[in-house]
């Protein structure tokens, strides 16, 4: 039986895109932008700190919407969308925890600050995100399995729209800085470098989603399949 998961032209395609792009936004945040002088060279963890972050509270989302259509529709092919972005959304919530611990320490002298708002949220954001796997795990049954996980990524996309809007909408006493966005004050190099790499990492993001999805179904169809008899 030949199984079609998706069509493997955009395999292709995006991975060429992202072989290409993603060293050059690499080099160019290595080589290109200019050092701040408040931060020395640990600030060029910022063009990876800021996009992986990014991701990190989008997949949440994507997973909210793919569970809402697998709650409303109750095919299985949602549920694992779901699973998938929540997937790298984890992997890229562990990058932006490491990340953002090495640039807290080297920029000011604090790995971890327990008074920053931002921090504390995505905290929660990040132990939701276990929660949901852990619970996937658990659960054997795959319908509830499969329906608690709905709920749990509505949960963990309320979490990432929360960490979003910590240092827009609460008084942050912690050194997180504001938003990058709407201030105007980026130099051009730091600006083309940090773009650059957003949008590296947003490939990033479709590349790894798609993966991670032909395994979830490749998964699915072999859970599904009739035990053999010896």
Same mark, same amino acid.
């Not at 132990?127 to 659960?139: E, G, M, P, T």
């Not at 709920?151 to 938003?179: K, Y």
């Given at each position: 039986?030949?199984?079609?998961?998706?069509?493997?032209?955009w395999?292709?395609?995006?991975?060429a895109?992202?072989?290409?792009?993603?060293?050059?936004?690499?080099?160019?945040?290595?080589?290109?932008?200019?050092?701040?002088?408040?931060?020395?060279?640990?600030? *060029?963890?910022?063009?990876?700190?800021?996009?992986?972050?990014?991701?990190?509270l989008?997949?949440?989302?994507?997973?909210?919407? #793919?569970?809402?259509?697998?709650?409303? *529709?109750?095919?299985?092919?949602?549920?694992?969308?779901?699973?998938?972005?929540n997937?790298?959304? !984890?992997? #890229? =919530?562990?990058?932006?925890?490491?990340?953002? *611990?090495?640039?807290?320490?080297?920029?000011?002298?604090? =790995?971890?600050?327990?008074?920053?708002?931002?921090?504390?949220?995505?905290t929660?954001?990040?132990?939701?995100?276990? =929660?949901? #796997?852990v619970? *996937?795990?658990?659960?054997t049954?795959?319908?509830?399995?499969?329906?608690?996980?709905a709920? !749990?990524?509505?949960?963990?996309?309320?979490?990432?729209?929360?960490?979003?809007?910590?240092?827009r909408w609460?008084?942050?006493p912690?050194?997180h800085?504001?938003?990058?966005?709407?201030?105007?004050?980026m130099?051009?190099?730091?600006?083309?470098?940090?773009? !650059?790499?957003?949008? =590296?990492?947003?490939?990033?993001?479709?590349?790894?989603?798609?993966?991670?999805?032909?395994?979830?179904?490749?998964?699915?169809?072999?859970?599904?399949?009739?035990?053999?008899?010896?």
């Amino acid at each position: 039986m030949k199984i079609r998961i998706a069509h493997p032209i955009w395999d292709w395609i995006l991975s060429a895109i992202f072989l290409i792009g993603f060293p050059t936004a690499v080099l160019f945040s290595l080589n290109y932008p200019n050092v701040i002088l408040q931060q020395g060279t640990a600030h *060029r963890i910022f063009y990876f700190h800021v996009p992986v972050a990014w991701v990190a509270l989008y997949g949440p989302v994507f997973s909210l919407v #793919f569970a809402v259509v697998y709650l409303i *529709r109750k095919e299985s092919k949602w549920d694992l969308l779901s699973l998938a972005a929540n997937q790298v959304a !984890l992997l #890229f =919530a562990i990058g932006v925890i490491f990340s953002g *611990r090495i640039w807290a320490f080297s920029a000011w002298g604090v =790995a971890w600050d327990k008074t920053d708002a931002r921090l504390q949220s995505f905290t929660v954001l990040f132990i939701s995100l276990i =929660a949901y #796997f852990v619970f *996937r795990i658990l659960i054997t049954d795959a319908t509830k399995k499969k329906l608690f996980s709905a709920f !749990l990524s509505i949960l963990c996309a309320v979490n990432a729209v929360i960490t979003w809007g910590a240092i827009r909408w609460i008084d942050n006493p912690g050194n997180h800085p504001e938003s990058v966005l709407g201030k105007g004050g980026m130099d051009s190099d730091i600006r083309m470098s940090f773009w !650059l790499g957003v949008l =590296a990492y947003h490939i990033l993001f479709l590349v790894l989603i798609r993966f991670a999805y032909r395994l979830a179904k490749i998964e699915d169809l072999r859970e599904s399949l009739p035990e053999r008899e010896e």
